[in-house]
């Protein structure tokens, strides 16, 4: 079965909203676990808009899965990643502009900023995935430059259509397929929901969805124990 992590940032763009103690992450993230999810994912922003970093270390005691941690290469970010040491730590762009993460990593125009990183995060015992676009260039650098694990950004398809989203969805499957011939482990997400994930569990060599925005949004109305659980009924439908 393709496995679950439920990112839990949007929780917290709740509490930021008013500054609260409340909706409380491990309180989230417990519930998310005991739905079966097999993995929580937090990003700490460099803004910090969601995620702060007194919830890292909170979530870190709690999480009784694995913690996947989303992170720019920033070096406050990766003194934290290297203090913590989460199971895994997913590398993604960063810009203080956008409303989401909106674009893959560009491993291969940044080998020489990124390989470092990913050796330490490495030496520490963390399992390190980079962000990518479905694009074979970048699939070849990640594993040039020693990630274990890619994690191909599913945005475009999700942000299209008919032909458009054929397309994306063709290339992420020739992205996985590379990948994993190269030896990688294979996980994607954003932008995924209840409505438009069928297409995607057809990729081959699928290890982890990532999926946060929808499953937080649904769990207003039925409780994040049960949005988690939605999710999961349809990846344990798939063969
Ligand atoms: N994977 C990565 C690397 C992300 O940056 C995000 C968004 O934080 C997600 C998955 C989850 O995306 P969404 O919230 O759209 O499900």
């Known amino acids: 079965m393709i496995r679950l992590g439920v990112n839990i940032d949007h929780v917290a763009t709740l509490r930021q909203a008013r500054r609260t103690d409340y909706p409380n992450l491990p309180e989230a993230a417990a519930l998310c676990e005991k739905a079966g999810a097999h993995g929580i994912t ?3 922003r460099e803004d910090r808009r969601h995620i702060q970093d ?3 270390y909170a979530l870190r005691k709690t999480i009784t899965t694995r913690m996947n941690l989303e992170m720019a290469n920033h070096p406050d970010i990766v003194a934290v990643a290297l203090d913590v040491k989460p199971e895994e730590v997913c590398m993604v762009p960063e810009r203080r502009q956008e409303l989401t993460t909106e674009g893959g990593l560009d491993v291969a125009g940044q080998r020489d900023t990124l390989a470092p990183v990913v050796a330490a995060l490495r030496a520490a015992g963390i399992t390190v995935s980079l962000f990518i676009d479905p694009d074979a260039r970048q699939v070849e650098a990640a594993a040039a430059i020693g990630a274990p694990t890619i994690e191909l950004h599913t945005g475009a398809y ?3 259509t008919g032909a458009v989203r054929t397309q994306e969805l063709a290339r992420l499957t020739d992205a996985a397929q590379r990948a994993h011939a190269l030896g990688l482990t294979v996980n994607a ?3 995924l929901s209840l409505e438009n994930v069928d ?3 057809a990729i081959p060599h ?3 969805l990532n999926i946060g925005h929808s499953i937080v949004c649904r769990a207003l ?4 124990e049960q949005a988690t659980r939605e999710m999961l009924d349809k990846l344990q ?3």
């Open 158 to 160: 999700a942000d299209h």
């Open 237 to 239: 439908r798939h063969p």
């Open 206 to 208: 699928l290890d982890t």
């Open 221 to 224: 109305f039925v409780g994040i």
């Open 189 to 191: 997400g954003h932008g």
């Open 54 to 56: 007194a919830d890292v």
């Open 42 to 44: 937090i990003h700490l």
């Open 199 to 201: 297409p995607i569990l």
